[in-house]
């Protein structure tokens, strides 16, 4: 009966439980401000992805090349409807999906999503040499081709047979299901499992044309 007294009332190892609580607790709390702080830099690489994205958009060939001739062409001169307007237009075009939009090129594409280096129709993403513009690969390390929804649209601007073709709309976005890249937290709070939300940017289209 006194060891057991003893016992109930000895406190020798307490310190080593309340170490042991509080260490596990303060470590998940670190590596979620890491990993939290990571998501954060990875949402702000994938708004500036699309930037860069748009503005490659605009001045390279199109990946639908039917933007070019897009519009009626009955009445040269007449402006070019907005969409969804009658004789308007809409092409949306997903990375490495030849069946999302007319005539689809890839090769133009690759020029948006790795900038200057040469043509794949892989993820891969090269380094930039001296000269090379780059693509929004470089931007948002991860980033795969079909992550990626190009969409060129009947803006009102520019009119019927104009030598530049119409004048669209661009809008470049990551598309759902990108997950954001969580290096401690996933396993243990499955977190891995939140997509980064989708990413947009829209300019007006300049040349469409080399890019020069």
Same mark, same amino acid.
């Given at each position: 009966?006194?060891?057991?007294?003893?016992?109930?009332?000895?406190?020798?190892?307490?310190?080593?439980?309340?170490?042991?609580?509080?260490?596990?607790?303060?470590?998940?709390?670190?590596?979620?401000?890491?990993?939290?702080?990571?998501?954060?830099?990875?949402?702000?690489?994938?708004?500036?992805?699309?930037?860069? @994205?748009?503005?490659?958009?605009?001045?390279?060939?199109?990946?639908?090349? @039917?933007?070019?001739?897009?519009?009626?062409?009955?009445?040269?001169?007449?402006?070019?409807?907005?969409? +969804?307007?009658?004789?308007? &237009?809409? &092409? #949306?075009?997903?990375?490495?999906?030849?069946?999302?939009?007319?005539?689809?090129?890839?090769?133009?594409?690759?020029?948006?999503?790795?900038?200057?280096?040469?043509?794949?129709?892989?993820?891969?993403?090269?380094?930039?040499?001296? @000269?090379?513009?780059?693509?929004?690969?470089?931007?948002?390390?991860?980033?795969?081709?079909?992550?990626?929804?190009?969409? &060129?649209?009947?803006? @009102?601007?520019?009119?019927?047979?104009? +030598?530049?073709?119409?004048?669209?709309?661009? #809008?470049?976005?990551?598309?759902?299901?990108?997950?954001?890249?969580?290096?401690?937290?996933?396993?243990?709070?499955?977190?891995?499992?939140?997509?980064?939300? +989708?990413?947009?940017?829209?300019?007006?289209?300049?040349?469409?044309?080399?890019?020069?």
């Amino acid at each position: 009966m006194v060891t057991c007294v003893r016992f109930s009332g000895d406190e020798s190892g307490a310190v080593m439980v309340e170490a042991a609580i509080s260490i596990t607790l303060l470590l998940v709390l670190t590596l979620g401000f890491v990993d939290f702080g990571n998501a954060f830099f990875q949402w702000n690489a994938a708004a500036k992805a699309v930037q860069v @994205g748009a503005r490659m958009a605009s001045v390279s060939p199109p990946v639908a090349p @039917g933007v070019k001739t897009a519009g009626p062409t009955a009445v040269p001169g007449d402006p070019i409807p907005v969409y +969804p307007a009658a004789n308007s &237009y809409r &092409y #949306i075009c997903i990375g490495g999906d030849a069946s999302s939009c007319s005539n689809y090129s890839d090769a133009n594409f690759s020029r948006i999503f790795r900038g200057d280096t040469a043509y794949s129709n892989d993820d891969a993403c090269p380094a930039v040499t001296a @000269g090379q513009r780059p693509g929004m690969c470089h931007f948002f390390a991860g980033l795969r081709r079909r992550d990626v929804q190009i969409t &060129y649209v009947s803006s @009102g601007l520019g009119y019927q047979t104009r +030598p530049g073709g119409a004048v669209p709309t661009i #809008i470049v976005e990551i598309r759902p299901g990108h997950p954001f890249q969580f290096f401690f937290l996933g396993g243990l709070l499955g977190f891995a499992n939140i997509d980064i939300p +989708p990413m947009r940017s829209t300019v007006t289209g300049e040349d469409l044309g080399d890019g020069g």
